[in-house]
């Protein structure tokens, strides 16, 4: 089937299924039970690193690792510190998925994230039906899969801005799937999943602004030519906050809050690719996200149940989405008109007082107050009074002709009167006296218009018109381009031969897409035989054909013309059987939702067709012509009918139409007569007998009569050919020649091509007044009254509704109405509730309560026996028909307590056959949910009538809410113990009717799987519906886990015998049909091969061709199996005796031609070993299981065991001559096939040696005694001295081909025992080397003499280039198995001299980390040198990994107690020294607990930065008891006290050094400064000269010894609460510090002296300051100003401000002053021209210092020593220097982290780094990292400054 046809038949196929978006249990599986990690709650955590199985592509790059961040993103490598990225947009340094980037916080249990990489075939094939969903030619099988979750994640929320926390939290998942080739990732956006939509930024500085999350891809930073980096390509799905509220509203797969991307191709990919199916908005499948399809390409269309769409209809264009109204009609009756077919006169429908508009989304009357439409079949004059007798019909022949009016007045909005004289027209028309007093007007009837239509009045009256944007006929208005909806009942009679069959109200939904003319009708619940007979009515979808027609030229649609009110007549009479069918379809209005509501009558008879036949009908055109409110049309159809019983017959009918409506002739413009041609491209029709759906798919052109739509592209414009790529909800509009335009649709909001839904309701743009609710609809809204208020005359406010009018009170109680309700009150002396009253209390029948009409609606659901449906809860009611306080089920027995509502009161549910509640007790605070609990309480849903989902199992929670032991599932019968975490204990489960197993007895040991077991389990494998895989063979296992003797394939009937491996007996096989042997009877039995067998056997190969491999030695064994005596080899002749264990006896062999030994006779005396037979021996190696190596030289030796002269490479054919040492003799090598040289003759003079000989020689020699080390590679020449094509290590046994350089031909290693390569053939296309044959050639390395290195790991490869399951290193001994990556498996390590585990027998599972593990490992960090990091906390757990009850920090000593997710007990916290509470008593804990305060936190936080232990004169927070800032606050026991406001700002002028505190008052004035603590200034003892560095809300000194970092003398320098301080500068004549604040917007000083206090010097008219520079010589400051971008200048007293440069600045931030000479630099890293510049500094000579190869210059110093200008830069990750008429550039390092700030001293760079969060030092001369601090405090370091005793020679 074709795309087009696929398309159209599933947009058929779900035209009634429903728009929504995705649900949470639609989402990719996820959590512990899926196997997923956790991620560490936090504010800015990164998991450890996520290795790939295999290599993913992101872009065109490969990368191996991922890493899962909390701020919604995953990353290819590891992440910065989020200030480095989070505020930003797009693009990132590094490579980002990020399906939403916001600065997300975790911490306190505020969601948890979930990842893990899977290869779940369930999850292979949902991405793989999502891709192909999105991207339907895509070639694509993944192999892997990583799902990342982000649940119910808070924003990071700074808690002094808010009273708390705003409980808003986002749920959503990326998910990336891979193969070889190619990646794509899905974005999932559960509905209600997005309920932030951005964040604030940490660093605003009191700004009240919410960046909106980020979502797409980013490549990351990119090598540019060779000098410099750049950004690489990058995507963004959202651009603000509407589009990220969008995120679950839309998708780009057909399903809402589902986005597909294509994000990686190995061979070539520019930049990512969005899936686009149907649009943006599309419906979801009821079922789920996913579900199988015979239609994969657009698997969108699988949640409509009638999905067996096949035949061929090639339709062009997107899918579409369909919402029908809802199944079962339940379209209130109340808002239906009276009758189809009730007349109305013109004054009822123009002129009546209090009637509803025609716009039904005003129309909430009842049912005697609705509005009678039109009935269009009465065809009168405006004002006519007539009855129904005297109305006249309109004949399905018209017959009257209307003459044109002309001159067509222009349209006129609001209440203008066209100016026309009432002098000059004559009203008296014969038929009506006209005046003027009773003419219809806008003023008086507007509200008939629509509400997206204006009002004109006309001489004779008024008539409505839509507005720009919509078309109809202005009583109904629809947005131009949407599709449209149907939805309606299908009732009458029909006879099919001569049986009567009735409909029933049965529903009709239609989708219409407006942009092609493409409408789908389908009609359920059609029984046979009139569904088959009803497949030629087309003519029943014909008419939204009509009403939404594709518009040509010079036409429109019907729904201009009819509007949503009209009716239809048509009648078909069938040829040859003259059978006749009536047809009337009444257009009721427009819905709730803006769809049309029309109903289908069709009376009469059909002919029969028999079951299972196929209707096809021809593309046909149809002409309409036009009258004054009617339109008509006839004309003759064929169609044929194929069936199995009668096959191919031929049938016609002729069909005539009119469609009635009301048409407004007051503008002059309606009474031409018309003609418009219907073109009808694709009929097609069908009847599902399964579902009983009739089906009916056309394709509809209008244009005038004549014209040729065409059916190709041709030279027609898109437009109206109906092929362009707009949105379904976009109109095309049409340009000049093939060119068109796409505009969304008046409501929606895109480029055309992908519109979104406006939510006018969110965005404030209804037009619902007061009492009134908006309620958001595609593409519109509408206004709902609140209850008690209803719509009022205009149809658009509401009004009270006056409940009392109707009499709702007993006759015995006064009625009071009220704004939106009403109260009834007895009148004196009656008792009751105004409802019933009577004389005395209690007397007489009283009303039914709420209880009792709940009781009695379910009570009256009964079956056919007249018995309650079984299963349903019915609530108990008391004698006062109160809810009982206990209601029991009587089907499940479970029991709880209600309130005086009948709600369920939380916690007093009991099982069955368990004490029911007390529930006249109060409740008892609430113990938390158990995880059975929850597990029940998730899954024991009913439907919405209350009764249970059968066959859901439920869990049973005992009275503790821990699982019961034995657990039985209600449905099924089968029943299980479980441990306490609710899982199976295996084998203890039982079928229905047995007895179950006692749970109390400890469970028998249960037998390991036999392999025929494992066999058969991993083989019996079924679909996700649960039938079996057909086709699989699964092997038979007896009751002891053993192959049954006798195995038969289920599917091709072939049998066979198998022994107890398995494996099949040969000879055994009977094919299907055939007897199946008799498999116990014994087979001759087979002697086990012995060693001599297995090692000839293993030796005896082959070549392809089938010739024994020459050279290679096979054992000779006897008649039983045992090596023979003699042993000879058979290509080299020479003979020797071995054992029996097949080793050579010493002395024994003998040469070619010579006698062999009598291996009978005992050995002689054996004579020391020569040179040569050590050699021998000692090259001669076996294999572990005792075969030789192959291909290993072993030379020969005489009888006197000297080398012979001529050795020969048995392997090989290569042979040489020796000396009496063995060295070859150079220019005798010959290659094999050839004459061997002559050994006895002498030399010939030497010629020079050839590279390969060289090499040989070099590589061969010997050891102090005159042995060649063993192991090392001799490469072999030939007679010329070239390299012999093909080269064998004699050691190893591998052989290759190499060229004449000797270097190794790719692709033609061969291991030893395997046919070498012929190096004469040319070679094949290589296959790409594995991950496991690269890791071996990485570790096979060789010394420079060619010997390979001792020690080094060489990792086994199989034929594949696999790893072999089990490894051994070759020198420690030591044996393991490993998965298909080479990873080892955890537990099969063994020791060298022990038995190797047996790698195909499962490891047992590791129990998962727990989540206090987690935690422990995470936060347990160690320094560099190994030290543990003082002040973080590591969780204690116990053996079984839970937190232990008490927790105790090691650093601060406090202790507390925590529950089982390791969260602080609530009181239980305890200062160091005091006694722990006991943590298994009870805490009592007011019911309302607190949350800590700011003040609490702040003050908890310090007390840890202190280590606990706060000096008597450092600052901690002072806290009421209720948590509150004391309003006096002091420096620790010092009498330096201010006063504070509630936020614990500091209230200016309040600080008092005296004895006597200041007086303060808790409602003090609001302050207009923050509070600062005391500004203490602590330098370093003895040194002469330190580091300063910026550290957020402190400044640190970090000592130098020489130019090393003396990190044991590190202080802090000044602690400056709530400042940020950036830019750093110092003073070295006065010795003092200088520095700008960026949250405080201030530049202030201090002296570096004990106990000095900071001063602000500037304050005013900052915004971002940054860099800041001394100039010492001029005694002036300079600092540039990042937001304003400007760069100003002061004296060092904060006078004499002015600026310096105002232009051409777009980001500066470092800025330096050379004294000597007067010059400023700064940077500017404009990320579109970033650059280095320099001026003088009163302002003038600016000048670019450098622009090219930078990136972003963070950091600026001056070398004095160079008189060099250097800087650090973050983009290319530069260090470099240049002088400052720009020559002299040059790197001194190239790979530097994030560098921010940078200072030179002695030869020696130091900055700032943001990656490491500290200081580094580089050598200038080195050009290496030489020392690293770290602070403990971790967090981002800024500037950095020099500080000396006294200034330096050379100081700028």
């Given at each position: 089937m074709e795309r087009g046809a696929t398309l159209a038949v599933c947009l058929l196929c779900w035209s009634c299924s429903v728009v929504s978006a995705i649900q949470r249990a639609d989402m990719f599986p996820y959590g512990l039970l899926s196997g997923d990690s956790i991620l560490t709650e936090g504010d800015d955590e990164t998991s450890r690193v996520l290795t790939l199985p295999k290599p993913l592509y992101f872009y065109n790059s490969l990368f191996t690792q991922l890493y899962v961040a909390t701020n919604g993103i995953i990353s290819a490598q590891d992440l910065p510190m989020e200030k480095q990225y989070v505020d930003d947009g797009f693009p990132t340094d590094f490579p980002v998925v990020a399906p939403f980037l916001a600065d997300i916080d975790t911490s306190g249990g505020r969601g948890?994230?979930?990842?893990?990489?899977?290869?779940?075939?369930?999850?292979l094939n949902k991405v793989s039906q999502e891709v192909h969903r999105g991207f339907p030619d895509a070639k694509f099988t993944p192999t892997h899969a990583v799902v990342a979750t982000w649940e119910n994640v808070a924003p990071y929320e700074e808690q002094t801005r808010t009273n708390g926390p705003s409980n808003k939290v986002n749920t959503f998942q990326a998910v990336i799937g891979y193969d070889e080739t190619d990646s794509y990732v899905l974005f999932l956006y559960p509905e209600g999943g997005l309920n932030f939509f951005g964040t604030r930024p940490k660093e605003s500085y009191n700004v009240e602004i919410e960046l909106p999350a980020r979502v797409g891809f980013s490549r990351g930073e990119v090598t540019f030519l060779i000098f410099s980096r750049t950004e690489g390509p990058h995507y963004s799905v959202t651009g603000d906050e509407q589009s990220v509220k969008n995120l679950y509203q839309v998708g780009n797969t057909g399903i809402p809050g589902v986005w597909l991307f294509h994000t990686g191709n190995r061979y070539s990919f520019d930049n990512i690719v969005p899936a686009s199916v149907g649009g943006l908005l599309a419906t979801l499948p009821t079922g789920g996200l996913l579900l199988d399809t015979t239609t994969p390409e657009y698997g969108e269309f699988e949640g409509y149940p009638y999905n067996t769409f096949e035949p061929d209809y090639p339709l062009t264009g997107e899918d579409a989405e369909f919402q029908p109204a809802p199944a079962g009609g339940e379209r209130s009756e109340s808002l239906r008109p009276a009758s189809p077919d009730?007349?109305?006169?013109?004054?009822?429908?123009?002129?009546?007082?209090?009637?509803?508009?025609?716009?039904?989304?005003?129309?909430?009357?009842?049912?005697?107050?609705?509005?009678?439409?039109?009935?269009?079949?009465?065809?009168?004059?405006?004002?006519?009074?007539?009855?129904?007798?005297?109305?006249?019909?309109?004949?399905?022949?018209?017959?009257?002709?209307?003459?044109?009016?002309?001159?067509?007045?222009?349209?006129?909005?609001?209440?203008?009167?066209?100016?026309?004289?009432?002098?000059?027209?004559?009203?008296d028309t014969g038929v009506i006296q006209y005046t003027t007093e009773n003419k219809e007007t806008c003023a008086r009837f507007q509200q008939q218009c629509s509400q997206n239509a204006f009002c004109s009045d006309y001489a004779t009256g008024f008539c409505c018109h839509c507005q720009p944007g919509f078309y109809g006929n202005g009583r109904h208005c629809l947005p131009e381009g949407a599709p449209q909806r149907v939805s309606g009942k299908v009732s009458g009679t029909v006879t099919v031969g001569s049986t009567p069959v009735t409909l029933n109200n049965i529903d009709l939904h239609?989708?219409?897409?407006?942009?092609?003319?493409?409408?789908?009708?389908?009609?359920?619940?059609?029984?046979?035989?009139?569904?088959?007979?009803?497949?030629?009515?087309?003519?029943?979808?014909?008419?939204f054909g009509w009403l939404f027609a594709l518009e040509l030229p010079n036409s429109q649609a019907g729904f201009k013309t009819a509007g949503a009110e009209f009716t239809r007549r048509a009648e078909i009479i069938f040829h040859p059987g003259n059978e006749h069918l009536s047809i009337l379809q009444t257009g009721r209005g427009l819905d709730d939702h803006n769809h049309l509501t029309v109903d289908t009558v069709v009376t009469g008879s059909v002919p029969f067709l028999p079951p299972g036949s196929e209707v096809t009908m021809e593309p046909f055109k149809e002409t309409y012509q036009y009258y004054p409110s009617v339109a008509t049309s006839s004309s003759v159809r064929e169609f044929s009918v194929v069936s199995a019983e009668r096959g191919s017959e031929s049938f016609s009918f002729q069909l005539k139409q009119n469609i009635s409506y009301r048409d407004c002739t007051h503008g002059n413009r309606a009474a031409a007569v018309e003609t418009l041609q219907i073109t009808m491209e694709r009929v097609f029709v069908m009847y599902v007998k399964e579902e009983r759906i009739l089906r009916y798919a056309i394709t509809n052109k209008i244009s005038p009569v004549g014209a040729e739509p065409g059916t190709g592209t041709g030279g027609i414009n898109p437009c109206y050919a109906g092929n362009h790529d707009c949105d379904t909800t976009a109109q095309c509009i049409p340009q000049e020649g093939q060119a068109f335009q796409c505009q969304c649709a008046t409501g929606y909001r895109g480029d055309g091509r992908n519109c979104y839904d406006i939510d006018e309701c969110a965005e404030g743009l209804g037009s619902c007044g007061a009492h009134a609710q908006c309620m958001n609809l595609p593409g519109s809204h509408r206004c709902q009254c609140?209850?008690?208020?209803?719509?009022?005359?205009?149809?658009?406010?509401?009004?009270?509704?006056?409940?009392?009018?109707?009499?709702?009170?007993?006759?015995?109680?006064?009625?009071?109405?009220?704004?939106?309700?009403?109260?009834?009150?007895?009148?004196?002396?009656?008792?009751?509730?105004?409802?019933?009253?009577?004389?005395?209390?209690?007397?007489?029948?009283?009303?039914?309560?709420?209880?009792?009409?709940?009781?009695?609606?379910?009570?009256?659901?009964?079956?056919?026996?007249?018995?309650?449906?079984?299963?349903?809860?019915?609530?108990?009611?008391?004698?006062?028909?109160?809810?009982?306080?206990?209601?029991?089920h009587g089907s499940t027995g479970h029991c709880w307590c209600v309130d005086i509502r009948g709600q369920e009161r939380g916690g007093t549910r009991t099982p069955p056959g368990t004490a029911p509640r007390d529930c006249d007790r109060p409740d008892e605070p609430e113990r938390p949910q158990t995880h059975c609990e929850h597990h029940r309480d998730g899954v024991q849903t009913t439907s919405p009538e209350g009764y249970p989902l059968l066959g859901v199992f439920v869990p049973e929670c005992d009275a503790?809410?821990?699982?019961?032991?034995?657990?039985?599932?209600?449905?099924?019968?089968?029943?299980?113990?479980?441990?306490?975490?609710?899982?199976?204990?295996?084998?203890?489960r039982t079928p229905p009717g047995s007895s179950p197993v006692d749970c109390d007895r400890p469970v028998e040991p249960e037998r390991p799987k036999t392999h025929c077991e494992q066999h058969r389990d991993g083989v019996q494998t079924t679909s996700p519906e649960g039938y079996p895989l057909l086709g699989v063979f699964v092997p038979e296992?007896?009751?002891?886990?053993?192959?049954?003797?006798?195995?038969?394939?289920?599917?091709?009937?072939?049998?066979?015998?198998v022994d107890s491996r398995g494996q099949e007996r040969a000879g055994t096989r009977t094919s299907p049909g055939a007897a199946p042997t008799d498999c116990d009877r014994p087979v001759e039995p087979e002697r086990p091969q012995t060693h001599c067998e297995h090692h000839r056997d293993r030796v005896q190969t082959t070549s392809p061709e089938g010739y024994p491999i020459a050279g290679a030695y096979v054992p000779q064994c006897d008649a039983n199996g045992h090596y023979t005596p003699l042993q000879c080899h058979g290509s080299t002749g020479h003979c020797w005796c071995?054992?029996?264990?097949?080793?050579?006896?010493?002395?024994?062999?003998?040469?070619?031609?010579?006698?062999?030994?009598?291996?009978?006779?005992?050995?002689?005396?054996?004579?020391?070993?020569?040179?040569?037979?050590?050699?021998?021996?000692?090259?001669?190696?076996?294999?572990?299981?005792?075969?030789?190596?192959?291909?290993a030289y072993v030379p020969q030796c005489d009888a006197n065991g000297q080398y012979t002269s001529q050795q020969c490479h048995v392997s090989t054919g290569h042979c040489w001559c020796v000396d009496n040492s063995g060295q070859e003799r150079t220019e005798t090598r010959t290659p094999p096939g050839t004459q061997p040289k002559d050994c006895d003759t002498p030399d010939e003079p030497e010629v020079p040696k050839t590279h390969c000989e060289q090499h040989r020689d070099r590589v061969h020699s010997t050891s102090p005694e005159g042995y060649p080390p063993p192991g090392a590679y001799v490469p072999q020449c030939d007679a010329n001295g070239e390299y012999a094509p093909l080269q064998c290590h004699s050691s190893t046994g591998h052989c290759w081909c190499v060229d004449n350089r000797g270097q190794e031909r790719g692709g033609t290693r061969t291991p030893p025992g395997t046919q070498p390569k012929d190096c004469d053939r040319p070679d094949e296309p290589e296959r790409p080397k594995t991950h496991c044959e690269h890791h071996r050639e990485r570790s096979q390395t060789t010394s420079p003499e060619g010997y390979p290195i001792v020690g080094a790991y060489v990792p086994q490869c199989d034929a594949n280039g696999q790893y072999t399951q089990l490894q051994c290193h070759g020198s420690s001994g030591h044996c393991w198995c490993v998965d298909n990556r080479g990873q080892e498996r955890a537990g099969t390590r063994t020791p060298p001299g022990s038995s190797p585990v047996d790698c195909d027998k499962p490891v047992e599972p590791e129990r998962p980390k727990t989540h206090c593990e987690h935690h422990r490992d995470r936060v347990q960090t160690t320094s560099p040198d190994g030290y543990p990091i003082v002040g973080a906390h590591v969780p204690q757990c116990d053996a079984q990994g839970q937190f232990l009850p008490q927790q105790c920090h090691g650093s601060t000593g406090h202790c507390w107690c925590v529950d089982s997710r390791g969260q602080e007990r609530a009181g239980t916290r305890t200062p160091p020294g005091s006694s722990p509470v006991d943590c298994d008593r009870p805490v009592s804990v007011a019911p309302t607990q607190r949350p800590e305060s700011v003040c609490e936190r702040w003050r908890i936080s310090l007390i840890e930065h202190y280590g606990g232990t706060p000096d008597p004169k450092q600052y901690v927070p002072q806290c009421e008891s209720d948590g509150q800032f004391s309003p006096v606050q002091c420096y620790g026991e010092t009498t330096y006290c201010w006063c504070v406001d509630q936020d614990g700002r500091e209230v200016p002028g309040t600080r008092s050094h005296d004895v006597v505190k200041p007086a303060c008052l808790p409602s003090v004035a609001p302050p207009t400064a923050r509070p600062l603590p005391r500004p203490n200034v602590t330098p370093p003892p003895n040194a002469d000269v330190t580091l300063l560095y910026a550290q957020g809300q402190k400044i640190g000194a970090l000592p130098l010894n020489g130019t090393k970092l003396d990190a044991t003398r590190s202080k802090t320098l000044l602690t400056l609460h709530g400042s940020i301080v950036v830019g750093l500068a110092y003073d070295c004549k006065d010795n003092q510090v200088f520095w700008t604040d960026l949250s405080a917007r201030t530049i202030n000083r201090a002296s570096v002296v004990q106990g000095a206090e900071p001063e602000i010097l500037i304050n005013t008219n900052l915004v971002s300051p940054e860099g800041l520079a001394v100039d010492v010589k001029r005694r002036l400051m300079f600092w540039v100003d990042s937001t304003p971008d400007l760069i100003e200048s002061a004296n060092l007293d904060g006078s004499g401000r002015k600026t310096l440069f105002d232009k051409d600045l777009v980001n500066p931030r470092a800025i330096i002053v050379v004294s000597s000479t007067g010059t400023l630099y700064w940077t500017d890293w404009n990320r579109e021209a970033p650059k280095i510049e320099s001026g003088s500094v009163d302002g003038q000579n600016r000048r670019v210092v450098v622009s090219d190869g930078i990136g972003l210059p963070n950091a600026l110093t001056y070398d004095s020593s160079s008189g060099q200008v250097c800087w650090a830069d973050a983009g290319t990750k530069r260090l470099e220097c240049i002088s400052p008429d720009g020559s002299g550039r040059r790197v001194i390092h190239s790979n530097l982290n994030y560098p921010f700030s940078l200072v030179y001293y002695r030869n020696h760079f130091y900055y700032s780094d943001w990656r490491r969060d500290g200081v580094i030092a580089v050598s200038k001369d080195s050009s290496q990292f030489t020392d690293e601090y770290l602070p403990d405090q971790r967090s981002h370091l800024y500037g950095i400054a020099i500080a000396t005793n006294g200034c330096l020679s050379g100081s700028h």
């Open positions: 948890q994230i979930y990842y893990r990489v899977t290869e779940t075939p369930s999850v009730a007349p109305s006169s013109p004054s009822q429908d123009y002129g009546r007082q209090g009637s509803l508009p025609s716009d039904p989304r005003y129309s909430v009357e009842p049912a005697e107050r609705q509005y009678v439409p039109y009935a269009p079949e009465s065809v009168e004059e405006r004002g006519a009074q007539q009855t129904p007798e005297q109305q006249p019909q309109v004949p399905l022949e018209v017959v009257d002709v209307y003459p044109p009016h002309r001159n067509e007045p222009r349209l006129s909005p609001g209440g203008h009167v066209v100016s026309v004289d009432e002098e000059d027209v004559d009203f239609a989708y219409i897409v407006v942009g092609d003319g493409r409408a789908y009708t389908a009609i359920s619940e059609v029984p046979e035989p009139v569904g088959w007979a009803l497949m030629p009515v087309a003519p029943i979808g014909e008419l609140q209850s008690g208020y209803e719509f009022g005359y205009d149809g658009r406010t509401c009004v009270d509704v006056d409940e009392c009018s109707s009499s709702p009170c007993h006759a015995n109680a006064r009625c009071i109405n009220g704004l939106g309700s009403f109260q009834c009150q007895c009148q004196p002396g009656l008792y009751g509730d105004g409802f019933f009253c009577s004389p005395q209390e209690g007397q007489t029948v009283r009303p039914r309560s709420q209880c009792e009409q709940h009781r009695d609606s379910l009570q009256s659901g009964v079956d056919l026996s007249g018995q309650p449906s079984v299963g349903a809860f019915i609530p108990q009611c008391d004698s006062d028909g109160r809810y009982r306080q206990l209601q029991c503790n809410g821990q699982y019961r032991q034995l657990q039985c599932h209600g449905s099924n019968g089968h029943c299980w113990c479980v441990d306490s975490r609710g899982q199976e204990r295996a084998g203890t296992c007896d009751a002891n886990g053993q192959y049954a003797s006798l195995q038969c394939h289920g599917s091709i009937g072939h049998c066979w015998c071995v054992d029996n264990r097949g080793q050579e006896r010493g002395g024994t062999r003998t040469s070619p031609g010579t006698q062999p030994k009598d291996c009978d006779q005992p050995d002689e005396p054996v004579r020391p070993k020569t040179h040569c037979e050590q050699h021998r021996d000692g090259v001669q190696t076996t294999s572990p299981e005792g075969y030789p190596l192959l291909g």
